[in-house]
């Protein structure tokens, strides 16, 4: 598992350690010694290296960089992005004794950089960056040469991950202590080709305060052997209730998932409207199926079938279901009479925000995932999107924990959480933003919840296999080609990769 932290818990943890452990000029030290120390394993000694700093402590550790190159026989050039250094940086330019940068367009004109080392910007930038910011980092994203970020990329939010205006684009992104969540969402994700951590000793205020990223050795333990004596009836019985006259094809692609998955679930029925029935017939062979009265092709209310479906493990409601006051009223029904664990997803989310949000705290079951994209939580949570993308984690956070709910709140990365712990999932591509993804994943939530242990582990687990899945299908394939069947379709693959811990 991979501990991740936001902004404001780094500069707490620094803060926390220059008081009680070590002084700011010996992590300085450190962090520019343990960047040193990687970088200098992947250039040659010959290699032109251009180090940009700021005037703040990113800078200073770009400055203790530039001075162990220098000690150890490279050719370093430093450019001072800016004229007001804090203290240790000032410290730290007096000792370097290698060569200044005063014009950095004559520079870049007369001579060929072979690398480039940013350390313009650290944890601390949350706001729009100026200009002659933009234009230095644009300027030097036009470079050939191996690019390094020091602690973040400049022109990134720490936290959010969003870009500032712009943001430098690295080969190598060497982070100071901890993982921050910015290197993760949004824009981050995308800013480096590699990524590396270095220790430096830093203490943590607050020793359990973590935001967590799954590793295959963290989902092993859903997948356990099964006993030799069981039968069917020993693993759950399912149900996804959805599908509509517009919108028949989404169910399809939810069940199959789960019947690719083979999760180990005894029974999985599908409930769809009746006079759909056919559409969805023989489609897989594997299901059983309850039908709901319906009236035009869209489903209704209906206590009668639903009674059969109530002592379930768990249940799905939403994919291509549509959004009405009589999906709500099924929604109400399995929250206040059904003890398993529901899923709620989609056209329920919808039917949910248009008709009362406010019945999930009544709610009876087990636990409820729901499974909303930024979107969808905007309208459930009342907040706009563009807050949403700033301070996802801790908003997701604080949603999940005032329904006391689980929340996947889909994006490129996801947050996962259930309002005390979180997850990233950083699995998957940008294949996955294709119509149909969202339906695979509520299937395979829908097949982990099949167990009621370790909920908010199973919610993030499913994310996981989704990406994973996605990763190893667009291997055989490519992104612009990828389908939502060619990710089901690799599932089994997934979870063999997990159990193996490959």
Known sequence: MINVITACEAQENDSYTIKNFTPSIELMERAGKACFELIKERISKNSSILIVCGGGGNGGDGLVIARHLLENNFKPFVYLASSHLKEETEINLKR??????????????????????????????????????????????????????????????????????????????????????????????????DLKVVDIGIKHAKPNNFVHILENSDIKEIFKKRDENTNKGCYGRVALIGGSKLTPGALLLSYNALASLRCGVGYASVCVPSSLYEIYALKNPENIYTLFHDENGQILFDEESLKKIINYSAILVGPGVGTSEEVYKIIKYLLLNFKGNLVLDADALNSLSRYGVSILKEKVCNSVILTPHIKEFSRLSNIEIEDILKNSVELCANFAKEYAVIVNLKNNVSVISDGVNSYLNINGNAGLAKGGSGDVLSGITLGLANKNDHMLLRAASAAYILGLSADIAVKKINEYSLLARDVIENISDAINSIIENK
């Open 96 to 193: 370097y004794k290698g060569l200044i940068i005063t014009d950095l367009d004559d520079f870049l004109n007369k001579n060929s950089i072979d690398v480039i080392v940013d350390a313009v910007f650290g944890v601390g930038l949350s706001t729009p960056i100026r200009q002659n910011y933009v234009e230095l980092i644009n300027k030097l994203n036009l470079v050939d040469a191996y690019k390094v970020s020091i602690d973040i990329n400049s022109g990134l939010d720490s936290t959010s991950g969003l870009s500032l205006g712009t943001y430098y684009e690295s080969d190598l992104t060497i982070t100071i202590q901890d993982f921050k969540t910015g290197l993760f969402l949004n824009d981050g994700k995308g800013s480096y080709r």
